[in-house]
């Protein structure tokens, strides 16, 4: 494929933290918005509030640093 452009590359992390901003986003403009013009569903709301965003979060913000010495001695 003929690129006229010099496509720049990304590394995925940066994807997903850019795609969970978007999806805070959208939550944020969702909220200000009054019911009857709303986007998105009240269960997709719910859904990327309380289960997506959370596990996205989650994993981006993940420590795999030992909490304790009992988690570092026994893996």
């Known amino acids: 494929m003929t690129y006229h452009y010099q496509p720049q590359q990304e590394y995925e992390l940066t994807k997903l933290q850019r795609i969970l901003k978007e999806l805070e986003d959208i939550i944020d403009r ?26 996205l979060e989650a994993e981006l913000n993940y420590d795999p640093t030992p909490q304790t010495s009992y988690d570092f001695f026994h893996q």
């Open 30 to 55: 969702e909220s200000k918005r009054h019911i009857m013009d709303e986007h998105l569903t009240h269960s997709m709301r719910d859904l990327l509030e309380d289960e997506i965003i959370p596990m």
